[in-house]
Structures are given as structure tokens and as C-alpha cells.
């Protein structure tokens, strides 16, 4: 497997380590050469030297670059980042989940494969894997082997109840995410188990947790906090450290992604916050997420309509850009405010809080004095895809 990524990105151009957030912005004419490089057996140049040593540390071989290079070859469809969901089935049943059923179901091996190399194509280079759990797939990690073999940077979220476990160690281990995002639900047996109605889910949790810091795996920990947790913020925050893992807190409950209500009974009122102004976004533009059945959407909220790649193809994918714009002009829903005329919050959000009936202050982005809303995390410049998760699931 290669251990360099160069690859456009936005417009621009990167070099890449695999499992590290870090790179180096290089120019077009070097991209180019690098390329030349690869196709002709050819030695690495002296700044690509110079660049691999000072970023990682890593020396290059004298001759071909072919096996340590991927050239990632530019595409027309100008995305950079997507989410997939390779399943909705989870082992736990948490009560605020926004993903409703959570059916065990998604596209058979050679569908994954198919899907993997359109989302190449279609120029991603952050992918975050996400479920469900997605390590209880059963092609979790073919997949993400294969995500890695084309030349894609990989997040993987996950609740970690399989993280302690020998081959998911082994894979991490050997194929290392750029980051490892794990939901933490409590602080204690009792609680984190109330809370994922899982027995023995806070003792593997934990040993998850020990083991990828043994492992020094890239792990950022989102503390999910409903009415059932909120009494352990500050443990699950001392927990966090105690590991020496970095964190963020996630404490608004959104509706299903049906728009169902019922999640939004766990919502701990003493944390709902308010949340940050929208500025737009790039949803459907640069980045765009696939649910398990290969059904794109532009983020995880706005999942209607969609693009059905498995049977329409990549050269449908053009198409979320249109879909992103006319579900940002839509402004129903909001009669009575005397702000609607001039609002600027995200339309398929406030769509889906609207559809479940819920409270105007659980989803105006209007502005104002506004404390900082996690629920709408991001990842440093660079790195992987928005992650514009609807509710705090992992
Ligand atoms: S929900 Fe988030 S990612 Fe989706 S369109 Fe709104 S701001 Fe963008
Ligand atoms: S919130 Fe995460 S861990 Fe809990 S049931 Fe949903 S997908 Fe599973």
C-alpha cells in the first residue's frame, strides 16, 4: 500500500500521509511532475525528499515511486469530501438516536466496491465512515482497506464497541484513519448503559478506549449528552482527558431523520443550545453524503430528493449542487417570524425540526448572541467533511 497521497483538492494541490490530518499544499506544475514521476519509474525529486522527511519524518527510496506514491487523478465532478453510511444497524439502542429505525441493511460487497471507486471518481478525498456502528458490518473492513487503496483519507465514527477487539486493532493498526471519532454516553456502568440499553457496553467501551491509546490511533472523543447523562458532563469531560483524547460536547437532540419527534424527549433543556449563525455552505457542492443503499444526498439532514447512484450512475451526481440550492430557497414553515423574510438558517434543518413540530429555538440560526453550537462540529481546514450529523449519535 502506498504511504503518499497526491491529490487536487478544491482547486488546489496535496501531499498526503495517510492516518495523518497533516499536508503540504504543493503547485500544479509539481502535482504534474509528480505524476510523470510515477508513470516513468522515475526517483523522487529532491523537494519531494525534502517535504516527506519534514512533514513525517519518512525517508523515500531512491528509485520507483510507484509503490510509495498514489497519484489521485483529477475529476470533472469537483467534490472533495462525502459521508457514508455503510449501515444503519447499531448493537446499541440509544433513546435520543436520530436515525429512527436503524435498519440492518445496506448494498452487498461488490455494491460497496462499486460505490467506493464512484466516490474516487467523483474526486473525495476525506471520507468519513459512519453507521449505525459501521464496525459491525461485515464488510467494514474490506471497505476500508479498499477506501484506502484508492487513495482516500479515512475518518471512522463509531459508538468503540468493537474497538478493543484484535482485528479491528490490527486494521486500525496497520491502515490508520486520519481520525477516530467515539461517542462517549456516560461516565459510568450505569449511566453509559441506561443510555445504549447495552449490558457490558461501558466495560468494552473503555477497554476500546485503552487500547486505541495504547495504539496512539488518532482518537477524538463527542461526548453525546441527553436528560439521562447530563448529571456526568464533567466526568465524561474528565474521562476524555484522563485518555488524553481531545473533545467536543454535543448537546442539542434533533428528530429522525423522518422527521419523527421522539428523540427530542431525551433533550436535556439546561444544555440545549443555541446555535451559530448560518453563513451557507457547501453541501452538495464539495462535499455530499451516501446513505447504505448508495442513495446521495448533500448532507446528512437535506436527504431529499436525492441521486441514486447505484442505478443512475455518477453522471448523476451534478445534480445535489441544483438540489442544494433549491432546499436552501425553500422558506416555509416559519410563518409568524418577523425575521423570515430576511433568514438566514439552513432551510433543510429547519425543515426537519419543522416537520417534527418542534420549538422554533431548537433550530434558528438567525444570530445574535449566540454561544458556540457543537451539534454543527467541523474539522480543521483540510481535513475531513462537515460533520453535520442532525443529532448526537456517533
Ligand atoms: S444541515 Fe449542515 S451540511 Fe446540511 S445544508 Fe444545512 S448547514 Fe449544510
Ligand atoms: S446514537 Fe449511535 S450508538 Fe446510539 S443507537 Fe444511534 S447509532 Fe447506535
Known amino acids: 500500500m502506498h504511504s503518499l497521497i497526491v491529490s487536487p483538492f478544491l482547486g488546489r494541490h496535496l501531499l498526503l500521509r495517510p492516518g495523518d490530518v497533516s499536508g503540504v499544499r504543493i503547485s500544479e506544475h509539481r502535482y504534474n511532475a509528480l505524476r510523470t514521476v510515477v508513470a516513468e519509474h522515475g526517483p523522487p525529486p529532491a523537494w519531494l525528499r525534502e517535504a516527506a522527511d519534514r512533514m513525517w519524518q519518512m525517508p523515500l527510496p531512491d528509485v520507483g515511486l510507484d509503490r510509495t ?43 460497496k466496491a462499486r460505490l467506493l471507486e464512484m466516490l474516487r471518481d467523483a474526486g473525495v478525498l476525506w471520507l468519513q465512515i459512519t453507521g449505525g456502528e459501521a464496525l459491525i458490518d461485515r464488510d467494514f473492513p474490506a471497505a476500508y482497506e479498499y477506501a484506502h487503496q484508492l487513495g482516500m483519507m479515512v475518518q471512522v465514527s463509531t459508538n468503540g464497541s468493537r474497538l478493543h477487539t484484535r482485528p479491528i486493532l490490527e486494521l486500525f493498526g496497520r491502515l490508520r484513519p486520519y481520525r477516530l471519532t467515539i461517542s462517549v454516553y456516560g461516565a459510568s456502568p450505569e449511566t453509559y448503559e441506561a ?77 440545549l443550545k443555541a446555535r451559530w449563525p448560518f453563513n451557507g455552505c457547501n453541501a452538495g457542492h464539495t462535499f455530499f453524503h451516501v446513505n ?83 451539534t454543527h462540529d467541523s474539522t480543521p481546514a483540510g481535513a475531513g467533511p462537515a460533520d453535520h450529523r442532525p443529532t448526537p449519535a456517533h
Open 292 to 374: 447504505p443503499h448508495g442513495i446521495a444526498s448533500i448532507c446528512k439532514v437535506g436527504r431529499d430528493p436525492h441521486v441514486k447512484l447505484m442505478t443512475e450512475g455518477i453522471e448523476a451526481l451534478p445534480r445535489l449542487g441544483r438540489i442544494a440550492e433549491s432546499l436552501q430557497l425553500r422558506v416555509g414553515g416559519c410563518s409568524g417570524c418577523t425575521l423570515s423574510g430576511s433568514c438566514w438558517t439552513c432551510r433543510p434543518l429547519a425543515k426537519l425540526y419543522q416537520d417534527a413540530k418542534a420549538d422554533r429555538e431548537r433550530y434558528c440560526q438567525h444570530g445574535g448572541t449566540k454561544p458556540h453550537d457543537p
Open 69 to 111: 506514491l498514489l497519484v489521485r487523478e483529477p475529476s470533472t465532478y469537483g467534490f472533495a469530501k462525502a459521508s457514508w453510511e455503510i449501515n444503519l444497524g447499531c448493537d446499541y439502542d440509544c433513546e435520543f438516536c436520530y436515525l429512527g429505525e436503524k435498519k440492518f441493511a445496506g448494498l452487498p460487497w461488490d455494491g
Open 195 to 271: 443510555v445504549t440499553r447495552n449490558r457490558g457496553s461501558f466495560a468494552r467501551f473503555t477497554r476500546g478506549l485503552a487500547a486505541a491509546r495504547d495504539a496512539g490511533l488518532p482518537v477524538r472523543l463527542n461526548v453525546v449528552v441527553s436528560d439521562r447523562n447530563a448529571h456526568e458532563v464533567d466526568r465524561m469531560r474528565a474521562l476524555a482527558d484522563s485518555y488524553g483524547f481531545p473533545h467536543h460536547v454535543f448537546s442539542n437532540i434533533s428528530p429522525t431523520i423522518d422527521g419523527a419527534a421522539n428523540p427530542l424527549a431525551a433533550q436535556s433543556r439546561e444544555y
